[in-house]
């Protein structure tokens, strides 16, 4: 039996590109399933990029969920209008589940989100900590909402909001990503999340939204400790960096590069980044080439 559900819904916006985009790992929902475990909730990942999902497949699901049963909706806008028909489905079956969206679509368009029926409650922003408190308060079956920050809610049929919190999440706090809640035969695991965040304000960013362009990184010994796990244990060749900003620190970058070499992963795996191509010097490409980083 699980405490919630977490939805990732497909996008269906890419039309006939579809079938060109490789089936991602759903980063956000598992960050948070990892955490929620972490926190004593045992959370059921269901991605509708490889699950089909019905009123009997909701109905299945929702039966291993203990009450009050928690449905936890992860959009962005190319995938907002996927979520609605879960959320439709799952009150179709109960309509005393709690259904919650949160993501980066919730987080810019709360008050498109929370005028549809369906949703309980908006998460805005880092979810983690909001969430998992909203998580026991429902869990407890007493809701306090003045004591909860970045929550959405209609009331009396008006949308409500609780005061906003500008506390950033320390990133440490984070456990390591849950790599055992997927399927290493549907998925590609060769990847590690090690920063939050970028200082900058590009106009096609949406990051910014969630981060408020605070840029935070995990500490290099944690890194090393998952990538020890994503290459001898899970035997991944290639293990690409999701950070949106990697060499926001050149001295950390030059340290984990050094780190690399000094354990052998460079001989055992090569190692991809995205960036922001004006945060790069020959010095860091040198480095970076040596711990057998090969792509940008």
Same mark, same amino acid.
């Given at each position: 039996?699980?405490?919630?559900?977490?939805?990732?819904?497909?996008?269906?916006?890419?039309?006939?590109?579809?079938?060109?985009?490789?089936?991602?790992?759903?980063?956000?929902?598992?960050?948070?399933?990892?955490?929620?475990?972490?926190?004593?909730?045992?959370?059921?990942?269901?991605?509708?990029?490889?699950?089909?999902?019905?009123?009997?497949?909701?109905?299945?699901?929702?039966?291993?969920?203990?009450?009050?049963?928690?449905?936890?909706?992860?959009?962005?806008?190319?995938?907002?209008?996927?979520?609605?028909?879960?959320?439709?489905?799952?009150?179709?079956?109960?309509?005393?589940?709690?259904?919650?969206?949160?993501?980066?679509?919730?987080?810019?368009?709360?008050?498109?989100?929370?005028?549809?029926?369906?949703?309980?409650?908006?998460? +805005?922003?880092?979810?983690? /900590? %909001?969430?998992? =408190?909203?998580?026991?308060?429902?869990?407890?079956?007493?809701?306090? #909402?003045? &004591?909860?920050?970045?929550?959405?809610?209609?009331?009396?049929?008006?949308?409500?909001?609780?005061?906003?919190?500008?506390?950033?999440?320390?990133?440490?706090?984070?456990?390591?990503?849950?790599?055992?809640?997927?399927?290493?035969?549907?998925?590609?695991?060769?990847?590690?999340?090690?920063?939050?965040?970028?200082?900058?304000?590009?106009?096609?960013?949406?990051?910014?939204?969630?981060? +408020?362009?605070?840029?935070? /990184? %995990?500490?290099? =010994?944690?890194?090393?400790?998952?990538?020890?796990?994503?290459?001898? #244990?899970? &035997?991944?060749?290639?293990?690409?960096?999701?950070?949106?900003?990697?060499?926001?620190?050149?001295?950390?970058?030059?340290?984990?590069?050094?780190?690399?070499?000094?354990?052998?992963?460079?001989?055992?795996?090569?190692?991809?980044?995205?960036?922001?191509?004006?945060?790069?010097?020959?010095?860091?490409?040198?480095?970076?080439?040596?711990?057998?980083?090969?792509?940008?």
């Amino acid at each position: 039996m699980f405490d919630l559900l977490l939805i990732s819904p497909k996008n269906t916006q890419l039309g006939r590109f579809k079938r060109f985009v490789p089936v991602s790992v759903p980063i956000g929902v598992g960050i948070l399933a990892g955490f929620l475990r972490e926190h004593g909730f045992l959370t059921r990942i269901l991605d509708t990029d490889l699950i089909d999902i019905s009123l009997s497949a909701i109905e299945a699901e929702l039966n291993q969920c203990k009450k009050p049963r928690i449905v936890g909706i992860s959009v962005m806008t190319a995938n907002v209008s996927n979520g609605y028909k879960i959320a439709s489905l799952v009150k179709s079956v109960d309509k005393e589940v709690i259904v919650i969206f949160g993501g980066i679509h919730a987080t810019v368009m709360p008050d498109e989100v929370l005028q549809n029926e369906n949703v309980d409650f908006v998460v +805005k922003g880092e979810a983690e /900590y %909001t969430l998992l =408190e909203l998580i026991r308060q429902i869990k407890g079956c007493k809701l306090e #909402k003045n &004591k909860l920050a970045n929550i959405g809610f209609r009331e009396n049929g008006q949308i409500v909001y609780t005061k906003t919190s500008t506390k950033m999440l320390e990133i440490n706090d984070v456990p390591m990503f849950p790599y055992d809640m997927f399927d290493p035969s549907r998925y590609n695991l060769g990847f590690i999340l090690t920063s939050r965040g970028c200082p900058f304000d590009c106009i096609f960013c949406s990051q910014r939204v969630i981060t +408020k362009r605070v840029y935070r /990184y %995990t500490d290099s =010994e944690r890194v090393m400790e998952e990538l020890d796990y994503i290459i001898n #244990k899970l &035997k991944q060749p290639n293990v690409t960096f999701f950070d949106d900003y990697f060499t926001g620190d050149k001295k950390r970058v030059m340290e984990l590069c050094s780190m690399i070499q000094e354990r052998g992963f460079h001989r055992k795996a090569s190692f991809g980044v995205q960036t922001r191509g004006d945060s790069i010097d020959k010095e860091l490409m040198i480095a970076m080439r040596a711990a057998n980083f090969d792509s940008l």
